[in-house]
């Protein structure tokens, strides 16, 4: 059991890590969604999901803040409680849709994902080098648009608050939001504060198709924009716990998005 909890704990974690680092930082002009027909007098009237992330916005920083920033440097500790294993992980992403994240995991050793723009990659000692292809690219290539946040409303082709709800023990607006191509993302936000309480996202992975269900917590100002400092993401029975301690705005070298030696082989 817990070295299945670590070999699943360790696909999952770096797909998902990256919308960790960019949930918070966006440029594009968001479009409001076609306005929706009157409800009966005794339903309950929810904000849009356009005004819902509007407020998040809002909360964390302001459109202003945000689009100032054209790159982040976030550090901190990935845990996998069930194993007992933890490390120090890095993330980077830059403007306009370039990341790369490394940690080492005591017993494990050392892994890294990156996109540049262009390929999505892998290194791990659970699998060696791989180069992303297909949905699993595809996702790579979505998840590091570092403007994405605020060009929701082009990023995906509907957005709806489905629902008033409660999620992690609190009250929370529920939106159902559609890629194109079908695939539905649900994110929630907190009613009162507007900041982002989590999300379910299905994560394409060398290991298939899983559901995973992240909590953000623990909000804190870094700099001049409002983030979580603990993301928890369970899925398929795994957990997996980033704190984040430091995240530096606008220094990132453009050197860290570079191929990893071993990726440049595979490419032909």
């Not at 262009?118 to 690219?137: D, H, N, Q, R, Y």
Request: glycine share 8%; proline share 6%.
């Amino acid at each position: 059991m817990k070295s299945r909890a670590v070999r699943l704990g360790l696909a999952l974690a770096l797909p998902c890590v990256f919308v960790t680092a960019s949930f918070a930082r966006a440029q594009a002009t968001a479009t409001a969604p076609p306005a929706a027909a009157q409800p009966p007098r005794d339903t309950v009237v929810l904000p849009s999901a356009q005004a819902v992330i509007d407020k998040h916005i809002e909360a964390i920083g302001g459109r202003k803040v945000l689009e100032s920033h054209s790159s982040v440097t976030v550090k901190g500790v990935m845990e996998i409680p069930a194993a007992g294993i933890k490390g120090p992980v890095e993330i980077y992403a830059a403007r306009p849709n370039k990341t790369m994240m490394k940690a080492t995991l005591a017993g494990v050793g050392d892994i890294s994902e990156g996109f540049d723009g262009t390929t999505g990659w892998t290194v791990s000692p659970m699998t060696g080098p791989m180069i992303a292809t297909g949905e699993e690219l595809a996702q790579k290539a979505f998840n590091s648009n570092f403007d994405r946040t605020l060009g929701m409303a082009h990023a995906y082709e509907s957005m709806q608050n489905v629902e008033k709800t409660t999620f992690e023990g609190r009250p929370v607006y529920k939106l159902a939001l559609t890629r194109k191509g079908g695939a539905v993302d649900t994110e929630f936000y907190d009613v009162e504060t507007g900041l982002k309480a989590g999300s379910i996202v299905d994560v394409k992975s060398p290991m298939g198709t899983v559901t995973a269900t992240s909590a953000l917590s623990d909000y804190k100002k870094f700099g001049d924009v409002l983030q979580p400092a603990v993301m928890k993401q369970t899925a398929s029975g795994a957990t997996i716990v980033m704190t984040f301690t430091e995240m530096v705005y606008d220094k990132v070298d453009p050197a860290v998005f570079e191929l990893p030696a071993a990726i440049k082989a595979l490419i032909k």
